[in-house]
């Protein structure tokens, strides 16, 4: 009885968290289709306001410009991220790989509005002009971290004896690496990709400090146009960025669970 009880108290924890973390964002969702105009009151269904976003030509080409820095910062951390990994990982003393995860993790836990305040003194004293080359470096430098995070498990998960195997078959450091590593760490390469596209697609507080005149991202558009009232626009929006990064989860776990299914299969085979 005693688990019972535990087992229920648990799950009604979880729905619990889930419905804290959730119904703000239904209730964005639910309103976006609101005819009124407001907040306020559910009048009817219309899909006025998601026109209006799509008939937004300036908004658009903000749209544009968030995913481009996404997928730019987003590959380019990931290939960094990638060699930082695998250099953090080649470390032999222990003082000095905890040294490195040390700094690799400050600039994950450090505050958003200080890594943003740094970039913009760094790009106003060497004279960088404000704008998606600001907004491109100041992503991959936040991306980068986590994407070390990601990989640098599966690089201690992996046995070094299939090295060896493969060096005493005759491969070359090439061949080791681009036929034993990267084909085992691939999927931290993907969680780290995925989670650097996130992170820059949600970002607000560094993209806040480095954004010059002429140039915008979602975020730092939605934070502008919800300064100037409420508007339903603002809900449909929001709500698209909320379903597309829903589908870069479902994307993950699909990647992720054929990876793993091909490993299981070639596990089973005599």
Known sequence: M??????????????AVFAVLYAPILYLVYYSF?????????????????????????????????????????AISTALGVIGALAIH??????????LLSLN??????????????????????G????????????IAFSVPIVVLMVLPKLQEM???????????????????????????????????FMALTYSLDDFAVTFFVTGNGFSTLSVEIYSRARQGVALSINALSTLLFL???????GYYLINRRHNGKITEAGARP
Do not use: C
């Open 244 to 250: 597309f990064t829903i589908l870069l989860v479902v």
């Open 128 to 139: 960088l002009k404000l704008g998606f080359g600001s907004v491109l470096i100041s992503h």
């Open 34 to 74: 609101n005819s009124g105009g407001t907040m306020h009151g559910y009048d009817g269904f219309t899909l006025e306001w998601y026109g209006e976003v799509f008939s937004d030509t300036r908004l658009l080409i903000i749209v544009l410009n968030t995913f481009v820095v996404a997928l730019f910062s987003s």
């Open 2 to 15: 005693s688990r019972n009880r535990q087992w229920k108290w648990s799950n009604l924890y979880l729905i």
């Open 105 to 126: 993790n400050v600039l994950i836990v450090n505050p958003d509005v200080v890594i943003g305040a740094s970039f913009l003194i760094l790009f106003t004293m060497i």
């Open 159 to 193: 046995n070094p004896a299939l090295i060896d195997a493969a060096r005493d078959l005759g491969a070359n450091s090439w061949d080791v690496l681009s036929k034993v590593v990267l084909p085992f760490i691939r999927p931290g390469i993907f969680a780290g990709f």
């Open 90 to 99: 080649r470390v032999r003393r222990l003082q000095a790989k905890n040294a």
